[in-house]
């Protein structure tokens, strides 16, 4: 079993929407049930992030037959598991509380920031990657985005042309597919409906990110996939499956594309994941936080 634990809010200076942050307290829990035919590596990626946002006030973490876990963190910060599953039925059974914002800030307005102005870190979120080829759709980025102002709002205008124009069908993909492949199809899970986001952001020179994690009442429950754009100096959360701004959500990874945020990746053909369960459950509401400073 993995534990940890997570003192203090730790929220990022700067201004606020509001004089005092309501978060609400989710239970949050990810149980995968795999059938292992010879000893398989894998490397998880189930536990959520103490990010800024967000603060885990208990945890779990459980392999059945038990064996060892060694944890690291990748690139981008986030939290990955390695271990060597055993022949037979292998079960990884995740729980955490989580205090979150159950409102997330918008911010019409905020500015674009210079590329000259952006922090080392962030530069990597500006380039193409394997699902996200921002140097193919310039043209139809700058078409959606004409009338907009540079920043926020042209990241509403792209976040709000994919939900019109991209239809939201969970279950629809099962491998990922690019950015390229959902604008000709024209549906997509929520991974999909993303990274078409994301990609049109980048091509307009605003870094944006895929985020993987859970959200409070999502139909039909499943572990959820959104993005972030960085404009006018920090990040702002968009989801183009949800018909406005939703808070109640844990972040569990950050990362270029659906490549970096895997739950799970297994080396080998002897393992099968046989079934998947998550679940979202509110424990309390509200928890209000004077605020100086902001959660992001």
């Not at 690139?75 to 955490?96: D, M």
């Not at 944006?208 to 429950?221: D, I, K, S, T």
Request: with cysteine; charged share 20%; net charge negative.
């Amino acid at each position: 079993m993995l534990t940890t634990s997570c003192n203090g809010w730790g929220f990022e200076a700067g201004s606020t929407n509001t004089d005092q942050q309501t978060a609400m307290k989710l239970q949050v829990s990810c149980d995968l049930h795999f059938q292992i035919e010879d000893p398989t590596a894998l490397i998880l990626m189930l536990r959520p992030l103490s990010a800024a946002q967000q603060r885990i006030t208990k945890a779990s973490y459980i392999v059945e037959p038990g064996v060892p876990i060694t944890e690291n963190k990748d690139s981008y910060g986030n939290f990955c598991q390695r271990l060597v599953a055993p022949p037979g039925e292998f079960i990884v059974h995740t729980a955490f509380e989580v205090i979150t914002p159950d409102n997330i800030d918008t911010a019409p307005g905020a500015s674009f920031v210079e590329i000259q102005n952006l922090p080392n870190q962030i530069l990597p979120y500006l380039l193409p990657s394997r699902y996200c080829e921002s140097d193919r759709f310039g043209d139809l980025a700058r078409e959606i985005v004409a009338d907009a102002l540079p920043g926020y709002d042209q990241v509403s205008q792209i976040n709000d042309w994919v939900r019109r124009n991209i239809n939201y069908i969970p279950g629809s993909s099962d491998l990922p597919l690019s950015a390229i492949d959902i604008n000709n199809r024209g549906y997509g899970v929520c991974r999909d409906l993303a990274q078409l986001a994301i990609t049109l952001c980048r091509s307009i020179s605003i870094p944006a990110r895929l985020v993987v994690g859970y959200l409070y009442q999502l139909e039909p429950m499943d572990l959820h996939a959104w993005f972030e754009a960085y404009i006018g100096g920090r990040w702002y959360t968009f989801d183009p499956t949800q018909s406005g701004p939703r808070g109640g959500r844990v972040i569990v990874a950050f990362g270029r594309d659906a490549a970096d945020v895997s739950i799970f990746h297994q080396f080998g053909l002897g393992c099968v994941l046989n079934s998947m369960d998550v679940r979202v459950n509110l424990l309390s509401k509200p928890i209000i936080r004077s605020n100086s400073a902001q959660m992001r």
